[in-house]
């Protein structure tokens, strides 16, 4: 079944404490990318990556980092978490082509810091 | 900058009735696509509808359709012969292309549908 898995689904943690979240998948989509999700402000987009070794900013990079070292994974790290980073995140793919495909979304992970 | 806007913070429709909701974006390109994503409380997106901008036709999937206004740039979605299974969160988004020659998806805020029996 073609998916994008992201894991842990829920995750509570403490100010400072490092994490990544995963995020795998198997449809062979060259583009990939991290969304966050709080109330009254929609989806915002965190990374973005083209392909494998190539990922860019999006519109909410700050304490955030990504890796691509394989095609179908593409974690998000969490270096020094803080409360603000309280959110619900999800991962997506897409391929480059056909243009105009949508995106595929995971589960979503539900983020809390205290 | 492009922006999608969704000035619905939340809507109600009776089971069975008809409701529509609203989405504007802003863009200076010519060709892109547009999405309508549901949300459910399990949280997933699920993809409702697509629309390709050069298509005049708007597109329809069952009880779902848009009314596509490229020159007033909107995107109503329209569903009809509610469910309760349609209650959800409804996203609106815009896919572009960025300078580096890759794209993105731009979301809107969210309208959450309530749908009474």
């Known amino acids: 079944e073609a998916q994008v898995t992201q894991n842990p689904r829920y995750l509570i943690t403490v100010t400072g404490k490092k994490l990544t979240v995963t995020c795998s998948q198997n449809?062979?989509?060259?583009?990939m990318s991290w969304y966050r999700q709080d109330p009254g402000l929609g989806l915002r987009q965190i990374y973005y990556s083209m392909n494998v070794e190539v990922t860019d900013k999006g519109d909410v990079p700050e304490g955030y980092k990504v890796s691509r070292k394989e095609k179908r994974n593409f974690p998000l790290i969490l270096e020094s978490p803080s409360p603000n980073q309280t959110s619900l995140y999800f991962c997506?793919?897409?391929?480059?082509?056909?243009?105009?495909?949508?995106?595929?979304f995971g589960q979503g992970t539900r983020l809390t810091v205290v | 900058a492009q922006t999608v806007t969704q000035s619905q913070p939340e809507m109600s429709v009776q089971e069975a009735e008809t409701v529509t909701l609203s989405c504007t974006y802003d863009t200076s390109e010519s060709d892109y696509y547009l999405f309508w994503y549901k949300q459910p409380p399990s949280r997933q997106m699920i993809l409702v509808i697509r629309q390709e901008a050069y298509k005049q036709q708007n597109a329809t999937e069952n009880r779902f359709s848009v009314n596509f206004q490229k020159a007033a740039k909107s995107f109503s979605l329209k569903i009809s012969d509610s469910q309760l299974g349609d209650a959800a969160m409804y996203f609106c988004?815009?896919?572009?292309?960025?300078?580096?020659?890759?794209?993105?998806?731009?979301f809107g805020t969210g309208t959450r549908l309530k749908v009474l029996a």
């Open positions: 988004a815009y896919r572009t292309h960025t300078t580096s020659g890759t794209y993105k998806y731009i």
């Open positions: 449809m062979n989509h060259e583009y």
């Open positions: 997506a793919s897409s391929p480059f082509t056909p243009a105009g495909t949508e995106a595929f």
